[in-house]
């Protein structure tokens, strides 16, 4: 998430109220989490175990809450709870603003794009031409859709991401200030929920395809011409490779990346990432030809009992 415009990282650091290491003038011009981040971002970092991968990220700003050795080139933001203060500059560059109308009058819709009864876009919203967005479909602030893209009834764009921090008196949201991206010609089914980046975009790509039922997690990119069926589960952080085909009922951990042209079969659990090319199924998940043959294997056993009680 960018900046509307750049600042020094002493206005940043007055806006959270907490010491920091640098030059008053240090440039910042936004914050993302660490796998998105580029030079001039802000990234938080609370637990030891991830400061060095923080402190050795592409972000030049580390929101960190010890007093660690400044890498050269970067500055620090010193808070008691990076948690907390991302939040506040996430509720500071980007506030929740409220809708007084079906259709806000900032979105942007092209032409020959029709929108049925009982639709909610949010503020900002961009739909292109030549789309079709169905009864009852909420689109949330800030989303961005292509060109003829078809979006069935009821479908969710732009839900916050499910990302909690457990504190004793009970769990604390990481605030989403982020966007959902629709490139063009894709077509979303009824009754999916695709959840808005946390700072950065969470972007389905051209020309695939979702059945009904599915979700998709924050910060997630699926590629172009990629093909997902009913009641699929992609966790957050995920990279759907181009052209990847996913059947009924697979559900994905976090963060993994599934390469191009794999397919990943119905009721796959897909506990780790996965080459492209290659057929996979199962739970955990394995190479399909592995998998079955290993199934086929598992039916012999009572026939080996039996032959080994007759011995």
């Avoid at 400061?51 to 890498?71: E, F, G, M, R």
Wanted: charged residues 20%; aromatic residues 6%; hydrophobic residues 35%.
């Amino acid at each position: 998430m960018k900046f509307p415009k750049p600042h020094t990282l002493k206005q940043v650091a007055q806006i959270i109220d907490c010491d920091y290491v640098g030059a008053d003038d240090f440039q910042v011009l936004g914050m993302n989490e660490i796998h998105v981040v580029e030079p001039g971002d802000i990234v938080f970092v609370d637990h030891p175990k991830y400061y060095d991968k923080a402190l050795q990220s592409a972000a030049t700003i580390v929101l960190i809450n010890k007093d660690v050795d400044c890498p050269e080139g970067k500055a620090l933001l010193i808070s008691e709870d990076p948690f907390r203060d991302f939040n506040k500059l996430t509720k500071h560059f980007k506030p929740f603003r409220a809708s007084n109308s079906s259709v806000s009058a900032s979105a942007k819709i092209g032409e020959n794009t029709i929108i049925q009864p009982n639709c909610f876009i949010g503020n900002n919203v961009t739909i292109g031409n030549h789309c079709i967005i169905h009864a009852n479909v909420t689109i949330y602030d800030d989303a961005v859709i292509g060109n003829n893209v078809t979006i069935h009834s009821g479908t969710i764009l732009g839900a916050s991401a499910f990302y909690y921090k457990n504190r004793t008196e009970g769990f604390d949201q990481l605030i989403s200030g982020g966007r959902v991206v629709i490139k063009d010609n894709v077509d979303i089914g009824a009754l999916c929920t695709i959840d808005k980046g946390v700072t950065g975009d969470t972007i389905i790509g051209e020309g695939s395809k979702l059945d009904n039922q599915i979700q998709v997690g924050h910060d997630t990119v699926i590629g172009k011409k990629c093909l997902i069926a009913s009641q699929v589960g992609i966790a957050g952080c995920c990279i759907i490779e181009d052209e990847v085909t996913i059947w009924g009922q697979v559900g994905t951990n976090s963060g993994i990346t599934i390469g191009k042209k794999a397919v990943i079969l119905g009721q796959t659990g897909v506990t780790k990432s996965v080459a492209g090319g290659k057929s996979y199924f199962g739970t955990p998940i394995e190479e399909a030809r592995v998998k079955l043959k290993e199934l086929a294997y598992v039916k012999q056993i009572p026939n080996i009992i039996d032959q080994l009680k007759n011995k």
